[in-house]
């Protein structure tokens, strides 16, 4: 089971319409998935078009993360209706909130990955959409990880950002994960003919060199419609769907190969 989080440290660069993305990848190729929604807006378990009733959410796990809290945590995203494929997803809620203290012990910060090992062979691929910040909920979560990508966006502030990002996973594979890894730093919300936004993904690209993922995410309307309809993006109609989807199967592939080539 290869654990992948989503993860940025400044918000409004799209991070959960990049896991609403890579989820509807691993959806179109058939890999069995759980999303886990870190984060307390909960956005990416309303874009899986999940049934929420009467189940637990993440709070839950993160308050006892035994197997019956964990599996009444996690129900099928509607996007598998009339399919026999596997998406899941672990609930988000806002009362994760209160488990975001900046400044969690060693017995908190495993919780995630402990739940996770209650249902390791059940999956083939986790997908955390983790909370935008560097305090409990985004510790527990990569810690969980096998590798985090970074989402940023060509501003003036993303090249910060990153750097401040790829800092925090050095730190934590230093000191607690030694399989935890950066993916790399997917650009999102490109908008290809302004300039500003070219000299911001060269200034990424000077920094960070092969760890800024090609291709780029450019701003397309088809995203935020199938993401407003919760439908998964490689289903959504007309070629603009279709060319973002292409981009979203590549960085996946990406992050399978990158496991595949550690072991």
Do not use: C
Request: hydrophobic residues 45%; aromatic residues 4%; glycine residues 6%.
């Amino acid at each position: 089971m290869h654990v992948l989080s989503i993860g940025s440290l400044k918000g409004g660069v799209g991070k959960t319409t990049v896991t609403l993305g890579l989820a509807s990848a691993a959806f179109a190729k058939g890999i069995s998935t759980l999303i886990v929604d870190m984060d307390p807006q909960a956005d990416v378990s309303t874009g899986l078009a999940v049934d929420a009733e009467g189940a637990l959410t993440v709070a839950d796990v993160l308050a006892n993360p035994k197997e019956r809290i964990v599996r009444k945590a996690i129900v099928p995203s509607r996007w598998t209706k009339g399919t026999n494929k596997k998406l899941h997803v672990m609930l988000g809620s806002p009362a994760a909130i209160n488990f975001d203290s900046p400044h969690p012990n060693s017995r908190e910060i495993w919780r995630l990955e402990e739940a996770l090992a209650l249902v390791e062979n059940e999956y083939d691929l986790v997908i955390i959409d983790s909370a935008p910040s560097l305090n409990a909920l985004t510790r527990i979560s990569w810690v969980a990880s096998d590798r985090v990508a970074i989402v940023t966006e060509p501003g003036l502030f993303s090249v910060a950002a990153a750097d401040r990002a790829l800092r925090a996973i050095e730190e934590l594979r230093r000191g607690l994960s030694p399989r935890l890894q950066p993916l790399g730093i997917i650009v999102n919300r490109v908008k290809p003919q302004s300039l500003e936004h070219q000299f911001r993904i060269n200034e990424l690209r000077e920094m960070f060199g092969p760890m800024v993922i090609a291709p780029y995410i450019p701003e397309r309307t088809s995203m935020q419609q199938a993401q407003g309809a919760a439908q998964p993006l490689h289903t959504w109609p007309g070629e603009s769907a279709q060319e973002v989807s292409g981009y979203f199967d590549q960085i996946l592939e990406r992050a399978l190969r990158s496991v595949k080539m550690a072991n």
